[in-house]
């Protein structure tokens, strides 16, 4: 029992490290500058925004990724699947969770088509996803008639982005994605295609199902990021030649600290908890006042040397044993 114990507590806190470290890290920077890592209530926003964005993002891309697909076209989903809902939210003069409602559903669905052509088309994922981004981007200079969109005049909209909005939309996309992931057949059948594929499908699994599903969901989750995404900015514009392929840049470091975090915990969670880790390096950055190029440099050196370490780490663990 007391062992066990000792387990419980010692995975919680491995759990937490990052995070925390990441957080003490950036007070002492900031404090040691004459300011407060968190001052206003603009700086929480900012902070629960990014990991609410963040970590939607970096389930949606899990979900393919960990099955060995990696799909290109989440962040054409985010962007046309709000810019159809905003539309339709202004011009029939809907309520503001309409937005969200229409937002996800059109994300599941755009998700949906992207893995259907993944199926039919018997391409590698990558150059199907290419191709879908290329569509959805193309509809959305449709959709707007080339013009973008612009929602700032709407203010109940903007609603979305706020902290209620964003606190609601976080917790239910966890409790969402860790019952889908832990609690259901899907789940289930996700994790033993990811492990052993050969061995899967030989017991029956459906990997064209699940492979279709999975682009589903990530749909999902990306309709949501869109619509954040749409509300905090107030406008968008019209994107071609791969420029919503950016969005899911900030989906790495969350990935990789999350699959480390997982070994202690659940991968979901650990995603959820790289995601805080990037959002507070994020509110670091823009309390210190470091312009984006720097912020962009500062974060690939910090997913390097995080990789560098994950691929090196029994042997650094073999090292300072040695030295003990």
Known sequence: MKKHSNNWVGNTVKTLFIPIFTALLFVIICEANGLHLVETQG??????????????TSWALALNLNSGRFDFSIGSIALLSSMISAKLVIMFDLPVIAML????????????????????????????????????????????????????????????????WLTAIGIVGLTSIYILMNKTTFG????????????????????????????????????AVGCINLTTKGT????INFSSISTM??????????????????????????????????????????????????NAVILL???????????????????K
């Open 305 to 323: 040397l995080f990789l560098v370490y994950l691929n090196n780490e029994q042997k650094l663990v073999q090292l300072f044993r040695g030295r």
């Open 188 to 223: 289930y059948n996700h994790k033993a295609l990811q492990y052993g594929q050969k061995i899967s499908n030989n017991t029956g699994i459906n990997e064209t199902k699940n492979a279709i599903l999975s682009y589903t969901f990530a749909g999902l989750l990306m309709g």
């Open 43 to 56: 700086h929480v926003l900012t902070l629960i925004r990014s990991t609410v964005v963040i970590g939607c």
């Open 101 to 164: 409602v229409i937002g996800v559903i059109l994300g599941g669905i755009l998700g949906c088509i992207s893995g259907v052509l993944y199926v039919l088309l018997k391409l590698p994922p990558i150059i199907t996803s290419l191709g879908v981004t290329l569509i959805y981007e193309a509809f959305t200079f449709v959709v707007t008639n080339g013009e973008g969109l612009l929602i700032s005049t709407n203010l109940n909209l903007l609603e979305i982005s706020t902290i209620p």
């Open 249 to 298: 840049f900030v989906a790495f470091l969350p990935l990789f600290i999350g699959g480390f975090i997982g070994r202690f915990s659940e991968e979901r969670i650990g995603i959820f908890l790289g995601a805080i880790t990037s959002a507070l390096i994020t509110l670091g950055f823009v309390r210190l006042d470091v312009s984006s190029q720097m912020q962009s440099l500062v």
């Open 236 to 239: 968008a514009s019209v994107s």
